[in-house]
């Protein structure tokens, strides 16, 4: 081995060390501050940055939280929005009011809910007046109750404000199973008034009836009634123009579409219907059903009565056209429906809906 060569090489590295130390010496305060900016640099960058983060964390953090959509409530007998899910569930009351020509004007028809028409007896028609909320100071002239009507009214776990009634109406309605506010039995919670005379005079008003109902523990009511839809008029409409014909010239009735309030004006016996507090009559939906009447099963005495179990055919009057129904009603408690061909609900406009019942050959409905 050459031991000079090794000695030499030795020498080569250790003079690099001495000279690399020499250099770092002379240059120490230069590394320093060079390393001394990069640590500063760097933690500069780490502290941007956990500042950023907090900030958008922060940001995030203040972003207003998206609020759900308010809860809607609507009413189960009219379908028009109402203030919450107590009003829901508020007693609804039918009022039975006379349609003969000293009975006119009205009070309280207007703003009813649903209102059921038919004949009465010889051809004069009377009114089922439901409401569920609405107050209205005067409502009548209330007469008499037809078993028709009770059965029109049942399905609504309605309270029925009347002044008696025929025998087999009375039968039904007595029988513990309705809620009965006859006036005969409550006489407190009506009146008779001093600018008509007797049997046209008798009266109530809302608020009276909810006193009634709530001191018999009528506190509510349950019910399923018909679908509802937001009305529109059509662009084209082909119904502007109804007349039902239900027995003569007093009683017969049309309606006028009125596109800006998409509602039909009530006539009758060629005038303006009116209520006397709240003008002319003007419903939503108009529906006009046919229907079969049969002799009264009990106490016969020469009147009959309108069947409503069963089914037949309807016509939908609202948003300026006409839909061909089928109406039909189980029993005297299940609510009455309206489909359409293939057995699906119509849905009726929001609001006022009136009802009348006409039997063909004695009355008939027509439309232009």
């Given at each position: 081995?050459?031991?000079?060569?090794?000695?030499?090489?030795?020498?080569?590295?250790?003079?690099?060390?001495?000279?690399?130390?020499?250099?770092?010496?002379?240059?120490?305060?230069?590394?320093?501050?060079?390393?001394?900016?990069?640590?500063?640099?760097?933690v500069f960058i780490i502290a941007i940055h956990s500042i950023k983060y907090e900030q958008t964390a922060s940001v995030e953090l203040k972003l207003p939280t998206k609020k759900p959509a308010p809860k809607k409530f609507y009413s189960p007998l009219t379908g028009v929005e109402i203030a919450n899910e107590a009003a829901a569930k508020l007693p609804v009351t039918g009022v039975m009011i006379e349609n003969s020509p000293a009975a006119r004007p009205q009070s309280g028809l207007?703003?009813?809910?649903?209102?059921?028409?038919?004949?009465?007896?010889?051809?004069?028609?009377?009114?089922?007046?439901?409401?569920?909320?609405?107050?209205?100071?005067?409502?009548?002239?209330?007469?008499?109750?037809?078993?028709?009507?009770?059965?029109?009214?049942?399905?609504?776990?309605?309270?029925?404000?009347?002044?008696?009634?025929?025998?087999?109406?009375?039968?039904?309605?007595?029988?513990?199973?309705?809620?009965?506010?006859?006036?005969?039995?409550?006489?407190?919670?009506?009146?008779?008034?001093?600018?008509?005379?007797?049997?046209?005079?008798?009266?109530?008003?809302?608020?009276?009836?909810?006193?009634?109902?709530?001191?018999?523990?009528?506190?509510?009511?349950?019910?399923?009634?018909?679908?509802?839809?937001?009305?529109?008029?059509?662009?084209?409409?082909?119904?502007?123009?109804?007349?039902?014909?239900?027995?003569?010239?007093?009683?017969?009735?049309?309606?006028?579409?009125?596109?800006?309030?998409?509602?039909?004006?009530?006539?009758?016996?060629?005038?303006?219907?009116?209520?006397?507090?709240?003008?002319?009559?003007?419903?939503?939906?108009?529906?006009?059903?046919?229907?079969?009447?049969?002799?009264?099963?009990?106490?016969?005495?020469?009147?009959?009565?309108?069947?409503?179990?069963?089914?037949?055919?309807?016509?939908?009057?609202?948003?300026?056209?006409?839909?061909?129904?089928?109406?039909?009603?189980?029993?005297?408690?299940?609510?009455?429906?309206?489909?359409?061909?293939?057995?699906?609900?119509?849905?009726?406009?929001?609001?006022?809906?009136?009802?009348?019942?006409?039997?063909?050959?004695?009355?008939?409905?027509?439309?232009?």
């Amino acid at each position: 081995m050459n031991i000079e060569k090794i000695d030499k090489s030795g020498q080569k590295k250790n003079a690099r060390w001495e000279s690399f130390k020499e250099w770092v010496k002379k240059h120490i305060l230069a590394i320093v501050l060079v390393v001394s900016a990069v640590v500063i640099a760097g933690v500069f960058i780490i502290a941007i940055h956990s500042i950023k983060y907090e900030q958008t964390a922060s940001v995030e953090l203040k972003l207003p939280t998206k609020k759900p959509a308010p809860k809607k409530f609507y009413s189960p007998l009219t379908g028009v929005e109402i203030a919450n899910e107590a009003a829901a569930k508020l007693p609804v009351t039918g009022v039975m009011i006379e349609n003969s020509p000293a009975a006119r004007p009205q009070s309280g028809l207007k703003k009813a809910g649903v209102v059921y028409e038919a004949v009465a007896e010889g051809g004069i028609t009377r009114f089922l007046a439901l409401y569920q909320g609405e107050k209205p100071a005067l409502i009548g002239p209330v007469r008499s109750l037809r078993l028709y009507y009770l059965s029109w009214a049942a399905p609504y776990q309605a309270s029925i404000a009347h002044v008696g009634g025929s025998p087999n109406a009375l039968s039904q309605v007595r029988n513990g199973n309705y809620r009965d506010i006859d006036q005969f039995f409550n006489d407190g919670s009506y009146w008779r008034s001093r600018d008509r005379y007797a049997p046209h005079n008798v009266y109530t008003s809302g608020e009276k009836l909810d006193q009634l109902n709530s001191a018999k523990g009528y506190n509510n009511s349950e019910f399923t009634s018909f679908a509802r839809a937001d009305g529109k008029p059509v662009e084209s409409p082909n119904a502007t123009s109804v007349n039902i014909n239900l027995s003569g010239s007093l009683y017969n009735t049309s309606y006028a579409y009125d596109k800006a309030s998409n509602s039909y004006l009530r006539s009758m016996a060629g005038a303006p219907h009116t209520d006397r507090e709240d003008g002319q009559i003007a419903p939503n939906t108009v529906v006009a059903m046919e229907v079969s009447v049969e002799a009264r099963a009990q106490n016969y005495d020469g009147y009959e009565d309108v069947k409503t179990t069963g089914s037949g055919k309807a016509y939908i009057f609202q948003n300026g056209t006409v839909a061909t129904a089928t109406w039909s009603k189980s029993d005297i408690n299940s609510p009455l429906k309206l489909t359409d061909e293939s057995g699906k609900d119509i849905a009726l406009n929001r609001g006022q809906t009136w009802i009348a019942a006409f039997t063909p050959g004695r009355g008939s409905v027509s439309w232009q």
